[in-house]
């Protein structure tokens, strides 16, 4: 997708913003890859998706009632991870780069977002939703990568890419698309090959990244997606209750995950990460809800039918009147008050929370006024 046109414009930009320095942030720039937990409005621009949210009720409460294309009711993980680290909000899509939006073109770049929602680690997840692959994330980083060399030089932009945060949020798709295939009595991997594949593959992403010269990863796992509206409202589950396999396969990724990473740190020296651990987050809201000031855990916000998920959320669903009171917006997706929890968790959690540091002492060594034209 990395055209002709979107490189010069790209290119364009990227030599206006480096003229002015960036205000006071924690890192230069943010980049982040994966799902619809991050996406900011990638799938808008890509041709036949039916992953999209740029429609109302999406954006209820987002300035001016927008839909940008954030699968939440306002603003959403991206969004508040940028903003604790000294930004406005997310930085653009990748694929919104031709025509600059607010965020982008003001002066100072911020980073690009490249999360595709649908989109999993594994290449077929989401393709029947036409989504942008994680593979494909990582070329188009590449591609941004190969501008900012050319705009600031090598020794430049090799620091820029260093000091950077690498935020990911992907894995979830992948599970749903496993229990969709088994429900459709289409051939599955077993578990285990299931997991190793989506494994193996985030490794080879963070091993390209790195190679690249990122060095800071931020790394969300997969929350407890069994506990999801969508999953609560399934025929399958008259109870309602969470789907215990599903989160069985979340926690098992996950802890895959952690040893991942405890891996390849011994093989790539001066990598550092964060795991945010997303599944005990949403599985403590669950259980004691009130902690965390909400009093719905178990339905959606936007929605229609069993625990209002039995549809996604568009124009006629029913809409919850304190969205703030709610965990899920609909059938998939955090609310804005969830996605605000989240990302301080992430971001000043302890290591309940996020292991072996959280995203702010990932961060924090490279704090305040790095600015891009030094
Ligand atoms: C989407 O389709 C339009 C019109 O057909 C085309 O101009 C554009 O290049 C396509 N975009 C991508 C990302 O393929
Ligand atoms: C995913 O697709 C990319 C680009 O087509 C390809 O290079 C890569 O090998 C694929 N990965 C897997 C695991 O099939
Ligand atoms: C981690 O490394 C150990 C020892 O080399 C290996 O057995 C294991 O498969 C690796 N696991 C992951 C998830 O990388
Ligand atoms: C819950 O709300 C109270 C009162 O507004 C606030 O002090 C507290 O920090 C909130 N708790 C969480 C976990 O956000
Ligand atoms: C919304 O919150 C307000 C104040 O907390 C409360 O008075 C009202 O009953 C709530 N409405 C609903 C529908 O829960
Ligand atoms: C982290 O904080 C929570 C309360 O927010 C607490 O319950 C938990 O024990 C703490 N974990 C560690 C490892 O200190
Ligand atoms: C930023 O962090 C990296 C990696 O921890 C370190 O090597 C570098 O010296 C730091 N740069 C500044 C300007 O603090």
Redesign the pocket.
């Known amino acids: 997708?990395a055209?002709n046109?979107?490189l010069s414009s790209l290119f364009l930009v990227l030599s206006l913003a480096i003229l002015v320095p960036s205000k006071a942030s924690a890192v230069p720039a943010i980049f982040l890859l994966g799902d619809s937990m991050l996406d900011v409005g990638t799938n808008n621009?890509?041709?036949?998706s039916i992953a999209r949210a740029d429609f109302p009720r999406n954006g209820v409460d987002f300035p001016n009632s927008e839909p940008t294309g954030r699968f939440s009711n306002g603003y959403n993980v991206a969004d508040f991870l940028a903003k604790l680290m000294g930004f406005n909000r997310s930085p653009e899509p990748y694929?919104s780069l031709p025509t600059p939006r607010p965020g982008f073109g003001d002066g100072s770049f911020q980073g690009v977002n490249f999360a595709s929602g649908g989109s999993g680690l594994l290449n077929e997840t989401g393709q029947i939703y036409v989504v942008v692959p994680m593979s494909e994330q990582v070329q188009q980083f590449r591609a941004v990568d190969n501008i900012l060399t050319a705009v600031m030089g090598q020794e430049s932009a090799r620091k820029l890419v260093s000091q950077s945060l690498f935020v990911f949020s992907s894995g979830s798709n992948d599970i749903f698309a496993y229990f969709m295939r088994l429900a459709n009595g289409l051939p599955v991997p077993t578990p285990a090959e299931f997991i190793t594949s989506q494994i193996t593959a985030y490794e080879s992403y963070i091993t390209e990244l790195y190679n690249l010269g990122a060095r800071k990863f931020g790394i969300i796992s997969v929350g407890a997606i069994g506990c999801c509206p969508a999953q609560r409202a399934l025929a399958i589950n008259p109870d309602g209750g969470c789907l215990a396999i599903v989160n069985i396969f979340a926690t098992t990724f996950n802890s895959e995950l952690v040893t991942l990473l405890h891996n390849i740190s011994s093989k790539l020296p001066g990598i550092k990460y964060s795991i945010g651990d997303m599944y005990t987050m949403t599985a403590h809201v669950i259980e004691t809800p009130q902690d965390y000031n909400f009093t719905e855990v178990e339905s959606a916000c936007c929605g229609i039918g069993r625990y209002n998920a039995e549809e996604v959320c568009y124009i006629r669903s029913r809409l919850c009147q304190n969205r703030s009171d709610y965990l899920f917006w609909d059938q998939f997706h955090l609310t804005e008050a969830a996605a605000h929890l989240a990302a301080d968790y992430l971001y000043h959690g302890n290591t309940t929370y996020a292991t072996p540091v959280n995203f702010f002492q990932l961060v924090e060594d490279n704090h305040s006024t790095i600015l891009l034209n030094t």
């Open positions: 997708m055209n046109h979107l621009f890509v041709n036949g694929l």
